[in-house]
C-alpha cells in the first residue's frame, strides 16, 4: 500500500516515527501546534474561569453571600482543570512522535505549561482540545456505553451480518474505517476478528488514542473531568464536575484478536489503492468533505467489487460555515443519486437513527441526530451477470421517488425469491468474498 | 409609572413615537442600525448561497451532473430569501419608529437593500435578523403550536389557577412579561382577560412585533421560509425550503379582550416601581442577565404582597461567554439559594419540562430544553401571620437538601391541612388580591 500508515497498535515504534517526522517539516511543526494546544489547555480554561471569580468578586457583599456555594463550586471547577492538565500531561508523556526537546525550534516547546497563548494556538485548537477530553469519556469509558451502542452497534451488526464469523475467515476480512477518531470502533470490529485499520486525519485524536490504545496499562486508571467547560445549563453544580474514569477497556490487556492499526493522514491523499478492501465503514464522518462526492468516489474505488460501504451519522458538514473553506451540502436525497451514479447499489438505507456525539447526560440541553443509516455494495461484474445478489436490497427510507412504488415491489418479490433460496444466497456471499481477497491481493503494488 | 413605556397595541401613534425617539439619540441610531440589519438580510444571505454555488460551478462536469438536481435546489433557495426579503421590506414597511428618509444622516438608510454591509452591522446583527424569522414561525404560525404548548401552557396554566378567572375581576390582575420577544405569551394571556404588559429590549423583536400585532390585516397573510438558511442535515431538499404563513391568528381581528401593551426598554432600566403587578411571568429570560440576582431581586420587588413570579426556561446564560461582557452561571442548585435570600416563596418546581425553541422539525439535528419550571410567591406580611399560604407549597423537585426529608414532611402536612379547608383558602386568595390591587394603586409614583 501506497499510503503514509503507521501502526500504533502495538506501540508505535520511536524510530519509525522519527524517520517519518523527518520528511515532513510541515507535518511536525502541525503536531507540535497540537502538542502546544493541549499544554495550554490549563492556563486557557482558568482564563475563562478567572472572569467568572473577578465579576463574583465585583459583586455586592449580599451578592457574593448567596453565591457563597457557587463560589466552591468555582474553586472546584479550578481543581477539575488541575487534573485535566495533570491527565494530558500524562498523555504527552511518551510523545514519540516529536518530543519538543528535541526540536529545537521553539524554546517554549519543553515546557509542560505556557502562562500566554502559544504561538500559532487559536480558538478553535483549544475547543479542539477540550473536545477530545469529551471524546475520551465518549469512546473509552463506561459513561459512553449508551452513546456506542447507538452509533457502533448498527455498523458492527451489519459488517458481522454480511461477513458472518462462521462464514469467512475473518483475519482475511479487510475493514477500514475512515475518521477513526479515537479508535473505539475499530478496535471493536479488530476483536471479532476482522483485519482493520482506522484512518485519522487530527493529531488532537491521534495524540488520544496512542495513549489509550498503546499507554494506558490498566481499566479505569486515569479519571477525567469532560464537561467542567461547561458553565450553563447545570441543574446542580456537581453535574459539571463529574468525573468520569477511562479506559473502560485496556486495549494494553486485551489486544484485538485481528490485525488493528491506526494510520495518519488525509483520507483522500492516503488511499488510492483500488480494491483494497471488503469494507468501508464510516461513523460521523462523510460530512467532514469540501465536496462529499470525493469520499465516497474513493470509498467506490478501494472497495474490492461485492464489497460493501457501512455508514452512520447526520449531514452536519463541518466545513458549510467556515470562512475560507469551499462547501456543498447535498441533501440525503442528493447523497442516494450520488451514490447510484457513482456506482454503488444501495442495500438498506435507514433515517431517524438516535444518535447522540458526545453529550453531558446531566445537562439542560440535549441534543442529539436522527442519523443516517446505509449498506452500499460496490457490485461484482461476474455476480451482476447472475443477478443474485439485488435479492437482499431493501427500499430506500423516506425517499420518494416517482418509480418508488414499481420498485418497493419488484424489492419485495426480490426479497421472496432470496427467502426461498437461503442456502444458495449464503455459498454466493462466501464464493465473491474469497475472489475479492484474491483480488485485493493482486492489485497491490509496492 | 415612571418607565418608557408606550403602546404597541393598538397601533402605535406616530407622534408619540417620534417624540420619544427625540430624546434619545443613541437609541435612535441603534434602530437605524437593526433596521439596516434587516434591509441588508437578502443580499447577505445570498453571499453565503453564493460560496455554494461558485465552488459547485467549479467542480468536474461529472460531479455537476450528479448534483443537477441540489443545483436546481439552491435556485430554490434564492427564490425563498428573495421572499423573505419582500416579507421583511413589509414589516419595515410602516417604520413609525424612525423612517430613515428623515434622518439625514445616513445616505444609505432610505434604500430597501444594500450590496455591501451597512455601516456598524455586524454578523451577530445578521443572525439576529435570520432568527427573527424562526421567531415569528415560533410564536406566529400554526408550525410554531407544539412550541408554544411546551413553554407557554405551563405558565399560562399556573397563572389562571392562581388568579381563577371566576374568583377575580381579571382586568385588575396586572401581569408583565419581561422578555415578551414576538408578544404571542403576552398576547395569550390578556385575550384570557389579564391586563398585560410585555417588555422588550430588543428592536429585532420589537419591530417583528409591532408588525404582528398592529399591521397584519387578516390571517396567514404572509409566507416566510424560516429554515432556509440551515444547509446541513436535510433529509430532502424541501426540507430546507418548507413555507410557513403567518400570522395563524389576527391581534387586529381578535383584540384581546385585557389591556394589552409592549414597552420598549432595558427590563432593570425601566421597572423600579415597587408593588407594581400581580404577576410576573418569565419564558426564557432570566438567563439574559449578567447577574441573574439582578433580575431576581427587581422581580422581587415590582410584585404586589402575595404576588406571584412563574418561570420557565433553561439556563443557558446568554453572556456567559460573550467577550467583554461580565458572566456568572449559578445552577438551579443556586438559583433556589438565591430565591429564597431574596424573600421568594418556592411554591412549585420542576425540572426536565421539555421544550424546543425554534427548532426546524425536519432536521437531522433535534436540540431540546430540559427546562425548568418554578412559581415563586412574593409573601404577603399580613397573611404569613396566619400562616395560611404556605399550604399550596410543594417539595423542590430533584434539589436534594440536608433537610429536605423533613421538609417535605411538613409540606405534606400542610398539604392536607389546606385540602381539608379548601374555601377558607380560596377566600384567603380573593382578599389578598384584592388588597394588592390597592397596595399598587398606593404606590404608584407620578
Redesign the interface.
Known amino acids: 500500500m501506497d499510503c503514509a500508515a503507521f501502526p500504533m497498535h502495538p506501540k508505535m515504534d520511536e524510530q519509525l516515527a522519527r524517520t517519518f517526522a523527518a520528511n515532513e517539516e510541515e507535518e511536525e511543526r502541525h503536531i507540535q501546534k497540537v502538542q502546544n494546544a493541549f499544554l495550554y489547555y490549563g492556563p486557557y480554561a482558568c482564563q475563562?474561569l478567572k472572569?467568572?471569580v473577578d465579576?463574583?468578586n465585583?459583586?455586592s457583599a449580599e451578592?457574593q453571600?448567596?453565591?457563597a456555594?457557587?463560589r466552591g463550586?468555582l474553586e472546584c471547577v479550578r481543581t477539575c482543570i488541575d487534573r485535566n492538565q495533570a491527565v494530558i500531561r500524562e498523555i504527552l508523556r511518551e510523545r514519540v512522535l516529536y518530543p519538543p526537546e528535541e526540536t529545537g525550534e521553539n524554546p517554549s516547546a519543553g515546557r509542560w505549561e505556557f502562562d500566554e497563548p502559544p504561538p500559532n494556538v487559536r480558538h478553535g485548537d483549544m475547543d479542539q482540545a477540550q473536545s477530545t477530553l469529551k471524546l475520551i469519556a465518549r469512546d473509552w469509558s463506561t459513561d459512553g456505553a449508551l452513546e456506542r451502542e447507538q452509533s457502533y452497534k448498527p455498523i458492527i451488526d451489519s459488517i458481522v451480518e454480511y461477513y458472518k464469523p462462521g462464514d469467512y475467515e475473518l483475519k482475511e476480512i479487510k475493514i477500514l474505517v475512515p475518521g477513526a477518531g479515537l479508535g473505539r470502533l475499530t478496535y471493536e470490529l479488530a476483536c471479532l476478528g476482522y483485519s482493520c485499520e482506522g484512518n485519522e486525519f487530527s493529531y488532537f485524536m491521534l495524540i488520544a488514542s496512542n495513549f489509550v490504545l498503546n499507554l494506558c496499562d490498566y481499566e479505569n486508571k486515569y479519571v477525567l473531568y469532560p464537561w467542567v467547560h461547561q458553565?450553563?445549563?447545570?441543574?446542580?453544580?456537581e453535574?459539571?464536575v463529574t468525573a468520569v474514569r477511562f479506559p473502560d477497556v485496556c486495549p494494553l490487556k486485551n489486544p484485538p484478536k485481528g490485525h488493528f492499526e491506526i494510520a495518519a493522514g488525509d483520507f483522500l491523499e492516503v488511499y488510492k489503492t483500488p480494491n483494497a478492501y471488503n469494507c468501508v465503514a464510516t461513523c460521523f464522518f462523510i460530512?467532514c468533505a469540501?465536496?462529499v462526492?470525493d469520499f465516497i468516489r474513493t470509498i467506490y474505488k478501494i472497495l474490492v467489487p461485492g464489497g460493501i460501504w457501512v455508514n452512520l451519522g447526520?449531514?452536519?458538514?463541518h466545513y458549510?460555515?467556515v470562512s475560507g473553506q469551499?462547501?456543498?451540502?447535498?441533501?440525503?436525497?442528493?447523497l442516494c443519486?450520488?451514490m447510484e451514479?457513482?456506482g454503488f447499489v444501495i442495500e438498506k438505507s435507514r433515517?431517524g437513527i438516535r444518535t447522540k456525539y458526545a453529550q453531558n447526560p446531566s445537562?439542560?440541553?440535549?441534543?442529539?441526530?436522527?442519523?443516517?443509516f446505509w449498506v452500499c455494495r460496490k457490485p461484482d461484474p461476474f455476480e451482476e451477470q447472475r443477478g443474485k445478489r439485488k435479492a437482499s436490497r431493501e427500499p430506500h427510507d423516506?425517499?420518494v421517488r416517482e418509480d418508488s412504488e414499481e420498485e418497493v415491489e419488484q424489492q419485495q418479490q426480490q426479497q421472496e425469491r432470496a427467502e426461498k433460496h437461503p442456502e444458495q444466497e449464503q455459498q454466493q456471499l462466501k464464493l465473491q468474498a474469497t475472489s475479492n481477497d484474491e483480488t485485493e491481493m493482486e492489485a497491490q503494488p509496492t
Chains 1, 2 share one sequence.
Open positions: 475563562r472572569r467568572s465579576y463574583l465585583s459583586l451578592d453571600i448567596m453565591l456555594k457557587y463550586h458553565y450553563v445549563n447545570n441543574l446542580r453544580r453535574d459539571q460530512d469540501n465536496n462526492i447526520p449531514l452536519l458538514y458549510s460555515d469551499n462547501s456543498i451540502e447535498p441533501t440525503f436525497e442528493d443519486i450520488i451514479s457513482v433515517t445537562s439542560m440541553k440535549q441534543s442529539e441526530y436522527q442519523s443516517l423516506l425517499i
